[in-house]
């Protein structure tokens, strides 16, 4: 059975098909649509039909980064290089021999130069000649050895050493076709078969099938048709028998060269019309006096079909027989000049094609194995050939003509992630992470009466008692301090020794605490304030909080008012110092500078608990009352080496005591007074209770109650709840 | 306290509601509370403006700009344009003249803190542990070495703990054996300071509330 290639994909379909099978391209003319001319607007056309065309490479065919190269058996792939290609590699060295009854041709250009074959090739010449007799069928060789017989087709049409094959005529009637031999002249029947396809412009337009120029259906592996009578013939065949009268044989010969050279090379009938840009080209032709095809009338082949090898892409019968004006004017002149060394010995026609002439490093760029194989075997032997450059040799790399050809995908190379199971399972986990962090989670609602909300209120009523009822009653049931702490009673003798601090001497006390905490420090200051007080010590209160000037006055009010000291008279708020340790090292440096006006507004240091005062050192003693560890070492840190030996003391909160006692022990301190505990010791100490001595006994019992909750709480999570308390495990989920 | 309508009732009444609204917290988050902490945050908000105003600016730089002598006014320049650049960091457009400003200042902080630092707190306290085994003028001198000892232990082991040096090792890894024990005994000195320090805070607030229910107890003795 005949068969059909399709022009798109290349695979051969079975006669009588309308669309290719594999791609779905039809086979039948577009009826004035698949033209494309000048000055059409480009109209899109659905592509997805060639997705199909190239066929998917599987994973094994990716080369991948870091991959050793494989050296590969190209043997198998001498199938898909052309036939030109073949010859030269049969007959290297030696030109083709002419006919016996043709004047021998001049010598190609091509074959006057030596022809160097790489490596790639060198492998494929033990197979030429089995490739040879595969590739060249029956009825092929039968007829070439016909055409020879007649001179009519140049010797150089078939391969030189190609097997002589039996003629037609030689075949025995026993293995002709039925019908082949009731029509008695087989030379006949093969100009009609042959001449068939291009007699009819209009058959033209639809693809030649090769396997029509082969009546006797040898090469093939479909079962031979059976003869038909005249009368049986189909109509087709019918129209086609008359026109074999006509024409010639060696217009045949020249439609049946290898490569299709001629397959559907427009003919014209007598008395039908010709197009204008094929006549001009013939005409062309003619007047240059083309041998291309030696042997045929050169009026009837025009010029760009004798021109090249890219003639049967050119004039493939899935493109419409209309040519725009530009081409027709325009081919003939870019047809390569005529000549006899134009052609090679295979019967192509040379023209720019000098592979032998390439640089090697470009031939080494050639994809030779890798396009080569990716083509299946016979697909290429339809597909056009690229006669110049880097892909000279080469089938079916680029496109017949703009949106046609080979459709083919970049190779895909695999985006999947080479990571290990670790890493998988870890990145697993953190997507489960991520996908759980969008979940929204209800959260329960707390309940008025939960069982942690009465366990709050059992604690905070526990607490408020212990506090609350020493208080109201008044009661004082907690001993007394047994001893004083040491930094306690440093701070005591610093204040009692009229060396250090003499009677009337100006003593500069730093505010620096929140109101927070003002319960604290208040009571922890009072009883050291009120001792230096009983010197006549004229105080300068500055502080680094902006509350600390409210604060300090409201220490003079509540706790030194027994004292009865004023404002501007006794005392002297210097007010706030901005800029924290910088403003604490500007007052060290020039104090007057950085504090010169009281928050009222008058001139601080013209006030007379400032007289004589101008610097850090005229200070006779620097008290610092702060609950900030941070504040308390600003204080140490840039003042201290501008006091001139002066004495430092410290009252501080008690949850500032850890940072800050290392001064105490270097000895940049020289007393400290710590929390409440530490004014109820100089209360005590000094035998003037005040507010240390007021709240010690609910301290005490807050303390003691404190104590207890938390020991309850330990025992309660140690026994009470064993299984709240499992050890902590790291588990992997799957 | 007198029952008659006074600046002090008034002052000591809403100090008694504050505090009240403040320790609501106890039935949980509530309006009351959250009205509390808004009064709290605004009113020291606008104690600091003001305080910045007539403390800082007032007086140290329009004043003298207003009715300082010419030496004044040219040095109150200076900090009126770097404060106006400082200004401009208010507009992401033209936040970048303020850099100037931002860089004196830290640069500035930067300076007296690193000075203040090893000057005042790194080579006295390394003076004073050196000082830790000398019995000179100590009462007691195995008191005085005791003590010397266990403050030395402590310094180096949590020294010890805070090296993060470690040899890699095919196991990962790995500290030196020596280290790794001083560090696990610096753990326990560790734990020690961060005892003493919840304690301290544990303290302080405790006083905190007595001086609070002893006033709530005070305001209302004195109405009754």
């Known amino acids: ?734 | 306290m007198s029952t008659a309508l006074s600046p002090d009732l008034v002052t000591a009444a809403a100090s008694f509601l504050l505090t009240v609204m403040v320790l609501s917290y106890l039935v949980g988050d509530n309006p009351l509370f959250r009205l509390a902490v808004h009064i709290f945050v605004g009113v020291s908000a606008g104690y600091a403006g003001a305080v910045a105003w007539y403390q800082v600016l007032w007086p140290k730089l329009f004043q003298p700009l207003a009715a300082g002598g010419t030496g004044e006014r040219l040095l109150s320049i200076i900090p009126l344009g770097l404060g106006i650049l400082l200004l401009a960091k208010l507009s992401p457009r033209s936040a970048r003249l303020g850099n100037p400003a931002m860089a004196y200042l830290v640069g500035v902080a930067a300076a007296v803190a690193v000075g203040g630092a090893v000057l005042g707190t790194l080579f006295p306290q390394v003076e004073a542990s050196t000082r830790l085994l000398d019995v000179t003028g100590a009462a007691s001198a195995p008191e005085k070495l005791f003590e010397g000892s266990i403050v030395l232990v402590g310094t180096i082991t949590t020294l010890a703990y805070f090296h993060f040096g470690a040899r890699n090792t095919a196991a990962g890894p790995r500290r030196n054996r020596l280290v790794e024990l001083l560090g696990l005994v610096g753990q326990v000195f560790i734990a020690f300071a961060f005892g003493a320090l919840f304690a301290g805070v544990y303290a302080s607030a405790m006083t905190a509330l007595i001086e609070r229910v002893s006033f709530i107890w005070n305001f209302l003795a004195g109405l009754f």
């Open chain 1, 1 to 734: 059975m005949a068969e059909i290639a399709c022009p798109t994909c290349g695979k051969t379909n079975p006669d009588g098909v309308a669309a290719c099978q594999f791609c779905g391209t039809s086979f039948q003319p577009a009826p004035g649509g698949a033209a494309i001319h000048p000055g059409e607007k480009p109209v899109k056309k659905a592509t997805a039909e060639f997705e199909g065309v190239r066929p998917k490479p599987s994973d094994d065919d990716l080369i991948r980064p870091g991959d050793p190269p494989v050296k590969k058996k190209t043997s198998e792939l001498e199938q898909a290089l052309p036939s030109w290609l073949k010859n030269l590699r049969g007959h290297p060295d030696q030109p083709p021999e002419p006919a016996p009854d043709e004047p021998p041709a001049p010598a190609p250009a091509g074959e006057a130069e030596r022809v160097e074959f790489p490596d790639w090739l060198a492998g494929l010449e033990d197979d030429k000649t089995r490739v040879e007799e595969e590739q060249v069928p029956d009825w092929l060789a039968n007829l070439r050895g016909r055409m020879q017989e007649e001179g009519e087709v140049p010797p150089a049409a078939s391969p030189p050493d190609t097997p002589a094959a039996p003629a037609v005529d030689d075949l025995p009637r026993e293995e002709m076709p039925g019908w082949l031999s009731r029509l008695g002249d087989g030379e006949a029947v093969l100009k009609d078969a042959v001449a068939r396809p291009a007699i009819h412009p209009d058959e033209n337009a639809r693809p030649l099938p090769r396997e029509n120029t082969s009546p006797t259906g040898a090469g093939t592996d479909q079962p031979v048709p059976e003869a038909r009578l005249p009368g049986e013939e189909p109509d087709w065949l019918s129209r086609l028998q008359p026109e074999a009268d006509y024409l010639p044989l060696e217009t045949a010969g020249e439609a049946l060269m290898p490569g299709g050279g001629l397959a559907g090379t427009p003919t014209a009938r007598p008395g039908e019309e010709i197009p204008d840009w094929l006549a001009a080209a013939a005409g062309v032709a003619a007047a240059e006096g083309s041998p291309a095809s030696p042997g045929g009338p050169a009026g009837v082949t025009p010029a760009l079909i004798a021109g090249g090898e890219e003639s049967p892409a050119r004039t493939d019968s899935s493109l419409p027989l209309e040519s725009p004006d530009w081409l027709s004017t325009i081919k003939p002149e870019q047809a390569p000049a005529p000549g006899p060394a134009a052609e090679t010995g295979d019967g192509q026609v040379d023209g720019s094609l000098e592979p032998a002439q390439l640089p090697t490093w470009v031939q080494a760029m050639r994809p030779v194995e890798s396009v080569v194989a990716a083509a299946p075997l016979g697909e290429s032997e339809e597909l056009p050939a690229e006669e110049q450059g880097p892909l000279a040799g080469l089938r079916g790399v680029l496109p017949a003509a703009p949106g046609m050809g080979a459709f083919r995908k970049p190779p895909a190379y695999s985006i999947k992630l080479q990571a290990s199971e670790d890493q998988a399972r870890n990145a697993a986990q953190l997507e489960r992470l991520v996908a759980g962090e969008g979940q929204r989670s209800e959260l329960p609602e707390p309940s008025l009466l939960g069982p942690a909300r009465i366990l709050r209120w059992v604690v905070a009523l526990l607490l408020l008692l212990a506090v609350l009822l020493p208080v109201a009653s008044g009661m004082q049931v907690a001993p007394d301090l047994s001893g004083y702490p040491p930094e306690m009673v440093a701070a005591r003798n610093v204040v009692q020794d009229p060396a250090l601090v003499p009677v009337n001497a100006p003593v500069l006390i730093a505010f620096d605490y929140e109101p927070a905490l003002a319960g604290e420090l208040e009571a922890a200051a009072a009883p050291l304030i009120d001792n230096l007080l009983f010197t006549g010590a004229r105080l300068a209160l500055v502080s680094t909080i902006p509350s600390g000037p409210a604060l300090a006055e409201r220490f003079m009010l509540e706790t030194q008012s027994f004292h009865q000291y004023t404002g501007g008279e006794e005392y002297v708020n210097l007010g706030y110092l901005a800029g924290g340790p910088a403003g604490i090292l500007d007052f060290a440096i020039d104090p007057p500078a950085a504090a010169p006006v009281t928050p009222g507004g008058a001139d601080a240091w013209s006030l007379p608990p400032l007289a004589g005062v101008r610097e850090l050192g005229d200070f006779t003693l620097l008290i610092i009352v702060t609950d900030s560890a941070d504040t308390g070492r600003a204080w140490i840190e840039q003042a201290s080496s501008h006091l001139q030996g002066r004495p430092v003391l410290m009252v501080i909160s008690a949850q500032a005591e850890p940072m800050l006692r290392p001064y105490y022990e270097s000895g940049q301190v020289q007393g400290l007074v710590t929390g409440l505990a530490g004014g109820k010791a100089y209360e005590q100490s000094i035998q003037r209770p005040g507010l240390g001595t007021a709240y010690w006994t609910a301290f005490s019992a807050g303390l003691f109650i404190s104590v207890l909750i938390i020991l309850a709480g330990g025992i309660w999570s140690l026994a009470g709840e064993p299984g709240s308390r499992k050890p902590y495990r790291v588990t992997e989920k799957p």
